[in-house]
């Protein structure tokens, strides 16, 4: 059963507004948590984390929220860009990563 | 500064066959990750190492071995290939574990 959950595998937002990027986990024991950015035919590369300890970190037009009652954290983009378009994965980090299964953004001009 | 690199990029194999897929990376980095990725699956580790000479099994790592011999590179191998092992492959490397990684550009395997 997959620890790590992105329940969104796509999404289409207009340059400018906001994408929302959402990701739940099951693992209470995780303690802390990223995102990651892929475009095709390149490696991941590391985006924003959060520590268990927080539920906010932000870094320019990202943003990462962690709700642990919950077991939820997402990822805001605003505003969004073209060059937004990628695949996202968030990780939640035990004794090794975990990724989801990751969310393709789209975002039209 | 090259960071991850992983050789070769693309490669066919038939059932049966063997290869090995290098991973080099130059950041002085003591753990180093392989990974594979299939759609809708994310990564899913499949061995790692934590320093040279030190090697573990990841969630995954039936039917595939590594080797790490020199700090700096990270060999898997697959003995036997199989059609199920047709998917991209990553190395990652960091400096604590689990923490930030950087991946390599990602090796594209078919077994036929």
């Known amino acids: 059963d997959q620890q790590v959950k992105q329940n969104s595998p796509s999404l289409s937002v207009q340059e400018g507004r906001i994408s929302i990027l959402n990701c739940d986990y099951t693992?209470?024991?995780?303690?802390?948590f990223l995102w990651y950015k892929k475009y095709p035919a390149e490696g991941p590369t590391f985006l924003i984390s959060i520590s268990s300890i927080k539920d906010k970190n932000e870094d320019g037009r990202f943003t990462v929220f962690l709700n642990k009652s919950a077991k939820h954290l997402s990822l805001h983009i605003v505003p969004s860009q073209p060059g937004d378009s990628a695949v996202y994965f968030c990780a939640a980090a035990g004794n090794k990563l975990t990724f989801g299964g990751g969310t393709r953004v789209l975002v039209k001009p | 500064n090259a960071g991850v690199t992983q050789t070769p990029k693309f490669r066919v194999l038939k059932t049966g066959q063997s290869m090995t897929l290098l991973c080099a990376q130059d950041m002085n980095h003591e753990y180093m990750y392989w990974y594979r990725q299939d759609p809708g699956m994310g990564l899913r580790l499949i061995h790692y190492?934590?320093?040279?000479?030190?090697?573990a099994k990841g969630e995954v790592p039936d039917g595939y071995n590594v080797s790490r011999l020199k700090k700096q590179n990270f060999l898997l191998g697959l003995e036997s290939a199989a059609p199920s092992q047709t998917s991209v492959y990553f190395c990652a490397s960091s400096y604590h574990d689990p923490y930030e990684q950087y991946f390599g550009p990602g090796t594209r395997l078919t077994v036929t």
């Open positions: 693992n209470s024991m995780f303690d802390y």
């Open positions: 190492s934590v320093g040279e000479g030190t090697t």
